[in-house]
Every structure is written in structure tokens, then in C-alpha cells.
């Protein structure tokens, strides 16, 4: 399978590249930053199915451009913490979900895993930690209760059944 993974030079995404390349699939890694070393010496049957593109996802026509002919998608890319309690960090990141979401719609790409975060319940960037329950489960509430940017932009994720459903 021809897989995307975006963030790939983040913790996760470069381990991620890895376990697709050892389980034999050709990986597309997107990241707007230069590849991680970790990436840069793979055994030649590894290298010969990984491609690396560095690219804004905020730039729509970029992700799509990027993303055609993917089977699938593990979206990753994301500013990871909040360098800021304003915009740039909940704009970024809902922007870039939303760029991924709606390519994979249009392209019809249907398997994409995308990363949230434990901020979509007040946790790590809030002053006010606030469980209904613990320890804590799917079922615990979220929307109503995230306080800062960050976790703000892991919640306002498109409503996108819709855009899968064929």
C-alpha cells in the first residue's frame, strides 16, 4: 500500500515510516521541516520505496498535490505544543486537519488515521483540570470542557463522515 505520513519527522511519524517500510509498504513522508536522521540511512530496499517532500500543509493545493495516488494517510502534522495561548497554533492545526481530511474526500482515499491528543479534556495546557471520571475513557466528555488553543484544535476537527461515505 502506498501510504502517507505527514509530520514525519516528529516522534511518532519518523517511527511510523519505519514500521510501514518494515512491513513493506511505499511511504510518501510529508513534513515542513528537513527529514529527521533516523530517516536519512535506510537499508536500500527501504530507501527504494520512501520518498520525502518537504511542504506547508496549510497550503491546500500543496497537500492534495502531495496526497494523490496515496491508498492512505497517517496524519501526524500538527504544531505539537501551543507556542502561543492567541491563534497561530489552533489555526495551524485545524487548518492542516482539515486540508488532509478534505484532499483524502476528494481523492478518494478512505483509510487515514489521524492523531488527537489527551487536550481534548482540560490535561497538560490548562490551569483548570477538570475529570468527570477516572480513569478516563472514549466515553469522557471533551467539547465542553477544553479551555486553551491547543486542545481547541484537536476538538474542532470537521465533521467528516460525510466525506467518506462514497
Not at 520512501?50 to 500543509?57: G, M, P, R, S, V
Not at 495561548?85 to 487548518?95: A, G, K, P, R, S
Request: charged share 20%.
Amino acid at each position: 500500500m502506498k501510504l502517507a505520513v505527514t509530520g514525519c519527522n516528529g516522534d511518532i511519524g519518523s517511527r511510523v515510516i519505519l514500521a510501514a517500510l518494515s512491513r513493506g509498504h511505499t511511504v510518501l513522508g510529508i513534513d515542513v521541516a528537513k527529514l529527521p536522521d533516523v530517516l536519512t540511512h535506510l537499508p536500500e530496499d527501504q530507501s527504494a520505496r520512501f520518498a520525502f517532500y518537504e511542504a506547508d500543509l496549510r497550503d491546500y493545493e500543496a497537500a492534495t498535490k502531495l496526497l494523490r495516488g496515496c491508498e492512505g494517510i497517517v496524519h501526524l502534522a500538527a504544531m505539537r505544543t501551543p507556542g502561543d495561548y492567541h491563534v497561530n497554533t489552533h489555526n495551524t492545526n485545524v487548518v492542516i486537519s482539515w486540508n488532509i481530511l478534505r484532499a483524502a474526500a476528494e481523492l478518494g482515499i478512505n483509510r487515514v488515521a489521524q492523531a488527537s491528543s489527551v487536550n481534548v479534556i482540560p490535561l497538560v495546557w490548562t490551569d483548570r483540570k477538570d475529570f468527570e471520571y477516572f480513569p478516563l475513557d472514549e466515553d469522557h466528555p471533551t467539547r465542553t470542557r477544553v479551555d486553551e488553543p491547543y486542545g481547541l484544535s484537536k476538538v474542532y476537527v470537521p465533521n467528516t463522515p460525510q466525506l467518506f461515505s462514497g
